[in-house]
C-alpha cells in the first residue's frame, strides 16, 4: 500500500527544510488535524488558522473587504489572499487555503454546494485550482483536505 499522503508531505518538507501555514474555511481544521497526526510535524507545519465569517478572513488573514464583496468568499481572488495572509501571518515557507461550499446548503446558480477553491502562496509564486465535488458535506470536506494535501505535495516538491 502507499504511504499516506501526510507522511509523503513530512518526508518533503524535511527535506526542502521548508515550513507551512494553513488558511482553512469550509475544512475547519481538517487538513490540520491530518497534518499533525504525523508525529514531529511540528519541524515544518507552523499552525493554521480557522477563519469562517468574512471578519475572521479579514482580520486573521488580511483578506481585503473589496474582495470578499466583489467576489465572495469562494473565489479564487479570495483563495489567494487566504493562503498568502496565511503565510505571512506565520512566516511560512508555503501558505495554503481552501475554501468551499460544504453543503448541504448554501449553493447558488453560480456557486453551487461542493465548490471549492483551494490556493498555494510561496515567495515564488501563488496559484489557485477550482473544484467541484458531488458528495454530503463530510464527503466534500474529505475530499477537499485530499486535493490540498495533493497541492501542498506537488508544490513542495517542485511538481
Same mark, same amino acid.
Given at each position: 500500500m502507499d504511504e499516506p499522503m501526510e507522511l509523503r508531505l513530512a518526508q518533503a518538507f524535511r527535506t526542502r527544510g521548508w515550513t507551512l501555514a494553513l488558511a482553512e474555511s469550509c475544512t475547519g481544521g481538517l487538513i490540520g488535524h491530518r %497534518? $499533525?497526526? &504525523?508525529? *514531529? =510535524? =511540528? #519541524?515544518? !507545519?507552523?499552525?493554521? &488558522?480557522?477563519?469562517y465569517a468574512y471578519e475572521a478572513k479579514e482580520r486573521l488573514l488580511a483578506v481585503r473587504h473589496q474582495t470578499l464583496y466583489e467576489h465572495g468568499a469562494v473565489s479564487r481572488e479570495t483563495a &489567494?489572499?487566504? @493562503?498568502? /495572509?496565511?503565510? %505571512?501571518?506565520? *512566516?511560512? #515557507?508555503? /501558505?495554503? =487555503?481552501? $475554501?468551499g461550499i460544504a453543503g448541504p *446548503? /448554501? /449553493? %447558488?446558480? #453560480?456557486?453551487?454546494v461542493g465548490l471549492t477553491w483551494i490556493a498555494v502562496s510561496t515567495r515564488d509564486g501563488e496559484? @489557485?485550482?477550482? !473544484? %467541484?465535488?458531488k458528495g454530503d458535506r463530510l464527503a466534500n470536506k474529505e475530499q477537499s483536505a485530499d486535493a490540498a494535501l495533493d497541492l501542498i505535495l506537488q508544490t513542495v516538491k517542485g511538481a
Open positions: %497534518l $499533525t497526526n &504525523i508525529a *514531529g =510535524s =511540528s #519541524d515544518y !507545519f507552523l499552525g493554521g &488558522i480557522v477563519a &489567494i489572499e487566504m @493562503a498568502r /495572509g496565511a503565510r %505571512l501571518a506565520l *512566516g511560512a #515557507d508555503v /501558505g495554503v =487555503s481552501v $475554501t *446548503g /448554501g /449553493g %447558488l446558480p #453560480d456557486k453551487p496559484r @489557485a485550482e477550482q !473544484f %467541484l465535488w
